[in-house]
């Protein structure tokens, strides 16, 4: 399985970025899908996740600022960032929760290779 993540760049405060994350591979079912981020000289965090039934949780620090979904015909999850702020600034990682096949027995958790999100002027 692998996860593909894009949307990372540099952008000023106040302003916007929308991330996606596309796993692949041999995949017979998704559970949950979230966003995670670490920062220089921090521990990785969650950001956001939403699990199989759409059913979504939130970082209190992006509440309201940040909405996370999933398409899961491609395998997908996305995160809208709004009104950022200097201190998103992090690599962001994507986490999904995959069975490989029918018989497998619960969910393995994969990484994508993360994504840099610079807010600065």
């Known amino acids: 399985v692998q996860l593909q993540a894009f949307g990372g760049g540099l952008v000023q405060p106040g302003g916007s970025l929308k991330l996606s994350c596309a796993a692949s591979g041999r995949i017979f079912s998704i559970n949950t899908m979230g966003w995670f981020r670490q920062g220089a000289g921090k521990q990785r965090e969650l950001v956001a996740k939403?699990?199989?039934?759409?059913?979504?949780t939130y970082a209190d620090s992006v509440k309201g600022r940040c909405t996370i979904s999933r398409d899961n015909a491609k395998n997908t999850v996305y995160l809208q960032m709004n009104s950022l702020k200097p201190e998103d600034t992090a690599v962001y990682y994507c986490?999904?929760?995959?069975?490989?096949?029918?018989?497998?027995?619960?969910?393995?958790?994969?990484w994508g290779q993360g994504t840099q999100v610079t807010v600065s002027s």
């Open positions: 986490n999904v929760e995959v069975r490989r096949y029918s018989n497998s027995y619960g969910y393995t958790p994969y």
């Open positions: 939403i699990s199989k039934g759409s059913t979504t």
